[in-house]
């Protein structure tokens, strides 16, 4: 069973910087994409970072600030977010693929102060 686990979520004055860590339960080379995903009190789950086969793409927001990455020796994905902003404050997801089927971690939560 696939199982995913976040890490590194805290409090950090704005510009500061976090890293968040998922950890899966499997090789993240059976997976065929990751990525992260930010929730917000009244609004639906939006995904800020993603990589596929390779390739990274961002949402408008965050372009310039975070950087998605692996590390298959670890089997774990990482979200380096820099120069964070108020509006960065919410619950992040890690989110992979794998044979048609979706996974989801509990989630790590960041705020942001002003």
């Known amino acids: 069973q696939v199982q995913l686990v976040e890490s590194g979520g805290g409090l950090v004055q704005t510009g500061g910087s976090l890293r968040l860590s998922c950890a899966a339960s499997v090789s993240i080379d059976s997976f065929y994409a990751m990525g992260w995903y930010l929730q917000v009190p009244g609004k639906e789950r939006e995904l800020v970072a993603g990589i596929i086969s390779g390739r990274t793409n961002y949402e408008d927001s965050v372009k310039g600030r975070f950087t998605i990455s692996t590390e298959n020796a670890n089997n774990t994905a990482y979200l380096q977010m820099n120069s964070l902003k108020p509006e960065d404050t919410g619950i992040y997801y890690c989110?992979?693929?794998?044979?048609?089927?979706?996974?989801w971690g509990h989630g790590t939560q960041v705020t942001v102060s002003a």
């Open positions: 989110y992979a693929v794998r044979l048609n089927h979706e996974f």
